[in-house]
């Protein structure tokens, strides 16, 4: 049996346990502080490294949630969009048969059109009938009415005159009297 007291013993136990556990060569005082003190690092450390964990798993976090947000958004997005095709699709098939339509229509009028004049060449149609002249000729023609008009307006001026210039003499001297009374009655 030991010399120790009951307490001593449990004492003695705890210790040894705390030394094993700690690692320690001996039982001296500086040895526990030292394992101590390497344990207390050990610690730090440790929260440190839980601390990075924890921030490094909230990042993670957000950036999951920023994740779903997206994808929800492109899902409903895709959704749109396929909404938007099956609503569009349809037209977009009736413009690509009209647009073959005028495509072959076009063609058949380019050949008229080369078969036309080539039957104006063989019966050799007068050019000046053709439509870009007569449009030329139409243009001339407005253009002389336009420089027409004022000389239109004063040929009808001198219309109204008598044609007789002892008449002229009279109307002449109507208008005058006409001046005259009108002034005196004013």
Same mark, same amino acid.
Request: charged share 30%; hydrophobic share 35%.
């Given at each position: 049996?030991?010399?120790?007291?009951?307490?001593?013993?449990?004492?003695?136990?705890?210790?040894?346990?705390?030394? !094993?556990?700690?690692?320690?060569?001996?039982?001296?005082? &500086?040895?526990?502080? &030292?394992?101590?003190?390497? !344990?207390?690092?050990?610690?730090?450390?440790?929260?440190?490294?839980?601390? @990075?964990?924890?921030?490094?798993?909230?990042?993670?976090?957000?950036?999951?949630?920023?994740?779903?947000?997206?994808?929800?958004? +492109?899902?409903?997005?895709?959704?749109?969009?396929?909404?938007?095709?099956?609503?569009?699709?349809?037209?977009?098939?009736?413009?690509?048969?009209?647009?073959?339509?005028?495509?072959?229509?076009?063609?058949?009028?380019?050949?008229?059109?080369?078969?036309?004049?080539?039957?104006?060449?063989?019966?050799?149609?007068?050019?000046?009938?053709?439509?870009?002249?007569?449009?030329?000729?139409?243009?001339?023609?407005? @253009? +002389?009415?336009?420089?027409?008009?004022?000389?239109?307006?004063?040929?009808?001026?001198?219309?109204? !005159?008598?044609?007789?210039?002892?008449?002229?003499?009279?109307? +002449?001297?109507?208008?005058?009297?006409? @001046?005259?009374?009108?002034?005196?009655?004013?």
């Amino acid at each position: 049996k030991s010399s120790l007291s009951q307490s001593g013993n449990v004492s003695l136990n705890g210790l040894a346990k705390m030394a !094993l556990i700690l690692k320690l060569k001996d039982s001296s005082i &500086c040895s526990f502080y &030292c394992g101590l003190h390497h !344990l207390t690092r050990d610690i730090r450390s440790m929260e440190r490294s839980h601390n @990075m964990e924890k921030r490094l798993i909230d990042a993670l976090t957000i950036k999951h949630t920023d994740a779903i947000v997206k994808s929800s958004s +492109l899902k409903r997005t895709l959704s749109e969009l396929a909404e938007h095709t099956a609503e569009t699709e349809p037209k977009l098939d009736q413009r690509l048969r009209e647009t073959a339509f005028l495509g072959r229509k076009s063609q058949e009028y380019q050949k008229l059109i080369g078969e036309l004049k080539s039957s104006n060449k063989d019966i050799k149609m007068d050019p000046s009938l053709y439509h870009s002249n007569l449009v030329k000729r139409a243009k001339d023609l407005q @253009m +002389l009415k336009d420089e027409l008009a004022p000389l239109h307006a004063k040929w009808k001026s001198y219309h109204s !005159l008598p044609a007789d210039i002892s008449l002229a003499k009279v109307k +002449l001297e109507e208008a005058k009297q006409e @001046m005259v009374s009108g002034s005196h009655a004013a």
